[in-house]
């Protein structure tokens, strides 16, 4: 039975955490929850119909076997290292704080610990999984969000864009997944995601657009390769919690857990 803990608590932890205590996932136990503070874990407890253990992220790391990192991206090195060193298995949700961190891919391979990112908001890893075995030509991942979703972003202030009253689509910041990690921190998870599986975060180009005639994040993702050329598209629905997050974004996560345990696995 694997000792699993979860980190963040937002729409996405407790999604996962409900799943697991509600249905149950075979050979997985949820043990642990980190909450930010006992308001916090009381809401939780009330929220999740069996016990759990509330720790800090030194005591995940020590007390559970796989640990669900759900975490705002400024928070995540304090629990990666503490897990990794550990020896323990790291879900980690907030991809694009693995670029350029083979400190921690290093951390891993000493400690036996090993780092699993589940696919998100994300569709089609596996496909990049597999052509990424012969010769990517090039990858291009769309996102195009509603401007309510774009207009706090930081990137906006700091250049002085004002989307109010925008009729057609304007693309924002277009480069390279390493380039627009940089600005946007929090929202290029999915991509990410994409460019370790296939040819790298300088490599991968991404584009974010703000779309007055959208409701809901789109994401389009452009292959060429050697083997295949394929375009895939995907328009997540909001989760009830948090507007902002994916419903699929927690199902991904019970989907990969499921997998640690189970009998036939289907998928690369």
């Known amino acids: 039975m694997l000792k699993i803990g979860i980190a963040g608590t937002g729409a996405i932890g407790l999604a996962v955490a409900r799943a697991m205590s509600e249905g149950g996932i075979p050979g997985c136990k949820l043990v642990a929850i980190s ?8 809401e939780i407890a009330r929220a999740i119909p069996v016990p759990v253990r509330f720790l800090t992220f030194a005591g995940l790391a020590e007390e559970c076997d796989v640990i669900v990192e759900a975490l705002p991206p400024e928070k995540f ?7 990794l060193e550990n020896g323990k298995v790291l879900v980690a949700l907030s991809a694009s704080q693995l670029l350029g961190r083979d400190d921690l891919i290093d951390l891993a391979a000493g400690a036996g610990g090993r780092i699993l990112v589940p696919s998100g908001a994300m ?28 207009v706090n972003a930081p990137y906006l202030h700091k250049n002085g864009l004002d989307l109010a009253g925008i009729t057609e689509a304007v693309c924002i910041l277009a480069g390279s997944v390493t380039e627009v990690a940089r600005e946007f921190p929090a929202n290029v998870n999915v991509a990410a995601a994409l460019s370790l599986a296939g040819i790298g975060p300088n490599r991968s180009r991404m ?3 703000a779309d007055p005639a959208l409701n809901r994040n789109m994401h389009t993702v452009r292959v060429a390769s050697d083997s ?3 375009t895939m598209q995907i328009q997540n629905r909001p989760s009830v919690e948090n507007p902002a997050t994916g419903r699929i974004t927690p199902q991904s996560v019970i989907a ?3 997998d640690l345990t189970a009998v036939m696995r289907i998928g690369t």
């Not at 090195?77 to 897990?83: E, H, N």
């Open 207 to 209: 584009e974010i657009w």
């Open 35 to 42: 909450a930010r503070n006992a308001e916090r874990a009381n």
């Open 256 to 258: 990969l857990l499921k």
């Open 123 to 150: 569709l089609g890893l596996d496909a990049i999984k597999a052509v990424s075995q012969g010769k990517i030509t090039s990858i291009t991942i769309e996102t195009r969000k509603p401007v309510a979703g774009l």
């Open 77 to 83: 090195g304090c629990l990666a290292r503490p897990v």
């Open 228 to 230: 295949s050329d394929f």
